[in-house]
C-alpha cells in the first residue's frame, strides 16, 4: 500500500549515459514533483507537475526532462549524466483541496552515483 | 522570495531531555509552515504544517510547534526526546497559496544520547 513509490532505489551509472526514474503514487493527488538533495541534505524543487502540465521548472540543466504520462505517474529522463548531478532525488506528490495545494508527500528517495 | 533558515545544524540532546529545533523564515505573504523528519536512507515525513489557522500546531510523535509572527519563526518542540527521535529534520515554506512550492531550510540533524 505505498502511497509515492520510486524506481529504482539506487542508481550508479557512467558519465555521458542517459538514465530514468520513474515515480508512481497512489493517492489519486493531481500534482506531482521532483526534489533534489544533495552531498550536503540541501533540498531543492526541481520541478512540479499538475494533471499532466508543467507548472514549476526551477533553474535545471535541460538535460533533466520530467515526463508525466498520467497523472499518477511523474518520469525523470537525464541525459548525459555528469558528476555534479550525483545526489538522492524524491519524487512527491499532493491533492488540492477547496483550490489549494495540500501537503506535499514524499517517496523514499533514488539515490544516483554518477562515477 | 520566501527562506528557511534552520539554526544549528546539528543538535544533541540527552534521552528524555526537551527538544528544541529552530526555524525562521522570510515571506512577504501570510506563510504556510511545515516541519518534515527524514530517517536514515528515507523520505520525508510530514511532522506538522501551519496553513493559517491554530497558532500551535501538534503533529506526530510527540512533537509540536508554534507560529509567532512577530518572531517569524516557528520552532519544532518535544517535552521529552527517545532514541527513536533522532533523524534529520527539515523547516519548510510555501511560495504562494497552499504548499504548491517548498523551500526547504538546510536540515537539523538531531542526536539523542543515552
Known amino acids: 500500500d505505498t502511497a509515492v513509490s520510486q524506481t529504482p532505489k539506487y542508481l550508479v551509472t557512467q558519465m555521458g549515459n542517459d538514465k530514468s526514474i520513474k515515480c508512481e503514487q497512489n493517492l489519486g493527488h493531481d500534482t506531482m514533483y521532483w526534489y533534489k538533495q544533495d552531498s550536503k541534505k540541501f533540498l531543492k524543487i526541481m520541478f512540479s507537475y499538475n494533471n499532466k502540465e508543467l507548472i514549476i521548472n526551477e533553474t535545471v540543466p535541460n538535460r533533466f526532462s520530467p515526463k508525466s504520462p498520467d497523472k499518477a505517474h511523474l518520469n525523470l529522463h537525464i541525459n548525459s549524466l555528469e558528476l555534479g548531478d550525483s545526489a538522492v532525488y524524491f519524487c512527491?506528490?499532493?491533492?488540492?483541496?477547496?483550490?489549494?495545494?495540500?501537503?506535499?508527500?514524499f517517496g523514499p528517495g533514488t539515490r544516483l552515483t554518477v562515477l | 522570495a520566501q527562506s528557511v533558515t534552520q539554526l544549528g545544524s546539528h543538535v544533541s540532546v540527552s534521552e528524555g531531555a526537551l527538544v528544541l529545533l529552530r526555524c525562521n523564515y522570510s515571506s512577504s505573504v501570510p506563510p504556510y509552515l511545515f516541519w518534515y523528519v527524514q530517517y536514515p536512507n528515507q523520505g520525508l515525513q510530514l511532522l506538522l504544517k501551519?496553513?493559517?489557522?491554530?497558532?500551535l500546531v501538534k503533529g506526530i510523535n510527540g512533537f509540536e510547534a508554534e507560529f509567532k509572527k512577530s518572531e517569524t519563526s516557528f520552532h519544532l518542540t518535544k517535552p521529552s526526546a527517545h532514541m527513536s527521535d533522532a533523524a534529520e529534520y527539515f523547516c519548510?515554506?510555501?511560495?504562494?497559496?497552499?504548499?504548491?512550492?517548498?523551500?526547504f531550510g538546510q536540515g537539523t540533524r538531531l542526536t539523542i544520547n543515552p
Open positions: 512527491a506528490s499532493s491533492a488540492r483541496l477547496a483550490g489549494v495545494t495540500d501537503t506535499q508527500y
Open positions: 519548510a515554506v510555501s511560495e504562494g497559496q497552499g504548499a504548491q512550492k517548498l523551500v
Open positions: 501551519y496553513t493559517s489557522a491554530a497558532t
